[in-house]
């Protein structure tokens, strides 16, 4: 069981990435997703998730109306597409899955290894 996050890299302030989180061994459309971030001397913090068919999703007063999560279950992927960007947005990026929706890190089982974002000029 193993997801892994990746898409990250070095944007400008207003520019965009999209992340991906895909799947190996098991099967993502069971599971809800989130995006999690932790930012230098911060605390780990929600950024987004998605319920395992789409029908809920969650996006933190942060990063809505900028960020918009999806997921293609064929693909066995999900999505994080991050427009506008700040600096403040700079922080690893983890995915990880859950059998239900929820804001709580707690709550998810499988994590992956991060991918880093880095906003600047």
């Known amino acids: 069981v193993q997801l892994q996050a990746s898409g990250g890299g070095l944007a400008q302030p207003g520019g965009s990435l999209r992340l991906s989180c895909a799947a190996s061994?098991?099967?993502?459309?069971?599971?809800?997703i989130g995006w999690f971030r932790r930012a230098p001397g911060k605390e780990r913090e929600v950024v987004s998730c998605?319920?395992?068919?789409?029908?809920?999703?969650f996006q933190s007063a942060d990063v809505r109306g900028r960020f918009t999560i999806s997921r293609d279950n064929a693909k066995n992927t999900v999505y994080l597409q991050m427009n506008s960007l700040k600096p403040e947005d700079t922080a690893v990026y983890f995915c990880a899955a859950s059998a239900v929706v929820t804001r709580l890190s707690q709550e998810y089982n499988y994590w992956g290894l991060g991918t880093q974002v880095t906003v600047s000029s």
């Open positions: 061994g098991f099967a993502l459309r069971y599971y809800a």
């Open positions: 998605i319920s395992a068919r789409a029908e809920n999703t």
